[in-house]
């Protein structure tokens, strides 16, 4: 009797704990996926980086260190030496019901007057853009953050090919877009967007790469929970609004990707409708910054 009874108490437990952590992978699914490659993640910052030419002039001077540990370092590592986010703050807890807009592709002849319809709600958001330097581009990537909204690197050129061939060809967009926000708007930007999402069909070889040398510099990228479809051939405001209404309500938190090119007055057009309709149901909105955890919003299957 005592033994049986020993038994179903530690089955009992068993199941317990089986459950806990069952829920926890599901809402942090990507964080084992992530440790385990050995990239840093939000929120679990060990130590503050260094440029890599320090650790090279540290590591040469080192009578021990091997030529093979030389080699190790990446020659990429070296490069930028000024593109470092510094050590990030621990992962604030978010409310539950917040939503998070993003805005891919811009800035655009739709920028400002999406920036409006934002206004009229007392709405911030979060624009991850690409390398226009027309007048009308600049000044609209002025906009965007004199109007209080966070701004990050999406890519320059928004060629996936040329992006994503190594690392280094990664650093170099990255790094003419990063210089191009702050030049033009004062901000060191420490938030960015993979064109094409962290895991495309371009990046297979080299996305582990690139992302573990964008978290050593700890740089914080977001991908999304919900996406809106307006990339999607034949989206309609309507469609639109369906798929973020619904998106988020599956979602305790959510960050919802849109695209505010030339082409997406869809995405304009009942913009509006979405705002009222989700701060009517009880959402706030908020804008990204780096101490938002990005893990519950990646994709989970780095390759
Ligand atoms: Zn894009």
Partial sequence: MIVSAAFLLLFALGMLIGQFSGKMGLFHAAKPTMAAAGMPTNGNVQSTP?????????????????????????????????????????????????????????????????????????????????????????????????????????????????????????????????????????????????AGGSVNGYNKSTARDIIAEMNRRRYVYYDWNVDSGDAETGATAKSIYREVINGVHRHSDSVVLFHNTKFKASTLNDMSKIIKTLQSQGYSFEKLDPSVDSVSYRFNNIP
Avoid: C, W
């Avoid at 090919?161 to 170099?172: M, R, V, W």
């Fill in 50 to 194: 260094q440029p890599a030419e320090s650790e090279a002039a540290s590591s040469a001077s080192s009578s021990t260190a091997s030529s093979a540990e030389k080699e190790a370092v990446p020659a990429y590592q070296a490069m930028y030496p000024h593109l470092y986010a510094g050590t990030l703050e621990p992962s604030a807890p978010v409310k539950k019901k917040t939503v998070y807009l993003t805005f891919d592709d811009g800035p655009s002849n739709l920028t400002v007057p999406l920036l409006n319809v934002l206004d009229t709600y007392h709405v911030k958001a979060t624009f991850f853009v690409i390398g226009r330097t027309d007048r009308q581009s600049v000044e609209a990537i002025k906009e965007i953050v004199n109007r209080g909204h966070a701004i990050g690197v999406h890519s320059y050129t928004h060629q996936y090919k040329q992006i994503y061939a190594s690392p280094a060809a990664f650093l170099d967009d990255f790094a003419k877009m990063h210089d191009l926000i702050e030049n033009t708007t004062g901000v060191d930007t420490k938030i960015y967007r993979y």
